[in-house]
């Protein structure tokens, strides 16, 4: 018995000597992680200075739009394409998150999206990063700043108001005059799935250079609509017809 109890106490000592340095790795390297968050937290701006700038250059936007102003199908538009369970998360989906933080951190830089508007707006009001990462996790961190300070309502309506439609218009009033030479509170239903269906690459989509890839991502923001439950396939198809047969025109 005592030389069974030896052995064990023997593999116990050999196993913690392993452990040991491990745990304490560990240990630091959760302290580095904590610290370098505080360090990121730290040093984002203040959200009210951050709102005061301006959007893009002083030619390039208009005067802010309120989301009551806007026909109903600008926003579900822009949920079904962008955002489906916005009214529904906090800011932030932690699953798509963590898949995307992965493999952005394997790659080194930013590969995979997954953002939410909230974050989309975070990123629209934080001055750029030289590291991928860190700029990633601040935008986390405005994204709940924003969840807390203003209304679901209210982060769709800055969103609108500040995103970038290409062709050196921020806003989506600005945009609505560029593309089709009226206000935003005017424009179609069409008119208004062609706008967001900019937004994942608005210089490359830009209606003004390339309208057939432009065209094609509005009939994939209505048929968004239609899988949120926004329109019946009917209404798309009448939707589309009408635009073949009378397609918006920029001024």
Known sequence: MEMLYGGAAVRHS???????????????????VVAGMATVIQNIP???????????P???????????DLPPYVAKALLSAEDRNFYGNF???????LRALYA??????????GSTISEQLAKNLLPPQRSPIIQKIREIVVALMLEHRFS??????????RVYFGAGAYGIDTAA??????????????????LVGLLPAPSVMNPRHNASLARQR??????????????????????????????????
Do not use: C
């Open 91 to 97: 800011g932030v989906e932690p699953l798509s998150m």
């Open 152 to 161: 679901k309502d209210r982060i769709l309506e800055l969103y609108l108001n």
């Open 46 to 56: 203040d959200l009210d200075q951050m709102l005061s700038r301006p959007a893009g």
């Open 58 to 68: 002083a030619a390039s936007t208009r005067l802010a739009v309120h989301l009551s």
């Open 104 to 113: 952005d951190i394997r790659a080194g830089r930013i590969v995979e999206g």
């Open 177 to 194: 005059h560029r593309y089709f030479g009226k206000p935003a509170r005017q424009l179609t239903l069409y008119e208004a799935a062609m």
């Open 218 to 251: 509005a009939r994939t923001v209505l048929q968004d609509m239609v899988s949120t439950g926004f329109l019946t396939p009917q209404q798309r198809r009448g939707v589309v017809a009408a635009a073949a047969e009378k397609p918006p025109t920029a001024p």
């Open 14 to 32: 050999v196993k913690m000597r392993f452990w040991k340095p491990a745990i304490l790795a560990a240990a630091v390297l959760m302290l580095a």
